[in-house]
């Protein structure tokens, strides 16, 4: 009988350093949502703070889409129709998981499994607007990374080629370091211009807005470029940079920052992506992973989408509302629960839903 659960996973063509990154990046969202249920109870836990994973994500995303848009440049020329068919390849890969379970919230909401209001549904998370210049608010919380990932997957490479198309001279090289600095400078000013707008500080709400946000991606792709052009350096320096990394993200983290909310409203994105990246060429030195363990983590990795989308609201937040009891024994075991669902039920979707949507580029020709 197969194994519905098995993936066939290609591991010579991967890079596990990079699996480990996406891998640590969707637990510690999975970890950070799941507390949702153990702060039912006090468990007593001491809680330690981890490097948070969405702001992996980003930067890994840059580096990623950064590596493939330099590549194709290079090779194929710079042009709208590469535009097209590399936001083409993007949708079937993030659109299609992305819209199944915006529904599957829409239905969740309307139905009162999960409590939250109906009112808050808006055409905006069709559109990926829901969060372009204000916080979203009372649904499908997750979205809001998705949202600001589609963006720079558009505005970026359009960017690049309307350089181009305007200036019509310079190289590859300079105008992909040119939109980087870019994409990295516009949010900045941004948050700098609306430093005094107390409310947009509160929380999550200034990381949650695109505008402010897209600097974070940006700091993938300088690591894509210094990687292309100036591979030897890249691996150079990559155990002092990762223990570097390693220092000043904790002491960033742990420093108490209540006589410097200023500079740390405007410099806080950039320094966390910028130390993030600091990572990355130790990383992506490792190309392959051995044992159980390895094909663990890499399948984690490759269902990392799935689990994104699934775990808060569609798991976490109908456990919570509908099926806790108060109890620390019943919260251990819905804990636990909570794990099992999101790992089981983020292979089937990836399995049987994302996988085939993402096969069907290669069908179609795109």
């Not at 980003?58 to 330099?70: A, C, D, E, H």
Request: glycine share 4%.
């Amino acid at each position: 009988m197969r194994n519905p659960f098995a993936l066939n996973i290609d591991y010579q063509n991967r890079v596990y350093g990079l699996d480990i990154v996406r891998a640590y990046a969707i637990m510690q969202v999975v970890l950070i949502h799941g507390n949702l249920i153990l702060d039912k109870v006090d468990t007593k836990f001491p809680w330690v703070r981890l490097i948070e994973g969405v702001e992996v994500f980003f930067v890994l995303s840059g580096f990623l889409i950064g590596t493939i848009l330099i590549s194709t440049f290079e090779k194929k020329g710079v042009g709208f129709s590469i535009i097209t068919e590399f936001l083409k390849r993007r949708w079937f890969r993030t659109l299609p998981n992305y819209y199944l379970v915006l529904l599957i919230n829409v239905v969740l909401v309307c139905t009162g499994l999960i409590d939250a209001e109906t009112k808050y549904i808006s055409i905006k998370y069709f559109l990926f607007i829901q969060n372009f210049f204000t916080p979203l608010f009372g649904f499908f919380w997750e979205s809001w990374s998705i949202t600001i990932e589609e963006w720079f997957y558009l505005l970026f490479p359009a960017t690049i080629v309307t350089g181009f198309l305007v200036l019509k001279r310079g190289s590859v090289k300079q105008f992909i370091l040119l939109a980087t600095i870019l994409f990295m400078t516009i949010p900045f000013l941004l948050r700098c211009i609306n430093l005094h707008h107390e409310d947009l500080w509160i929380g999550l709400r200034s990381k949650g807005i695109v505008i402010y946000k897209l600097d974070a991606i940006a700091f993938g792709i300088l690591g894509a470029w210094i990687k292309y052009y100036y591979r030897q350096y890249w691996y150079r320096y990559k155990n002092i940079l990762f223990f570097a990394a390693f220092v000043l993200l904790y002491v960033y983290m742990y420093v108490d920052k209540s006589n410097y909310q200023t500079l740390c409203r405007v410099f806080n994105n950039s320094l966390n992506s910028l130390f993030i990246l600091m990572f990355f060429p130790f990383m992506d030195s490792i190309k392959q992973g051995k044992g159980r363990f390895s094909k663990a983590v890499t399948h984690i990795s490759v269902i990392s989408y799935s689990m994104y989308l699934l775990n808060l609201a569609v798991i976490c937040q109908v456990i919570t509302s509908h099926f806790m009891r108060r109890s620390l024994l019943s919260s251990f075991a819905f804990y636990f629960l909570y794990w099992v669902l999101v790992i089981a039920l983020s292979t089937l979707l990836y399995k049987y839903y994302e996988k085939p949507m993402t096969n069907l580029r290669e069908k179609a020709k795109v």
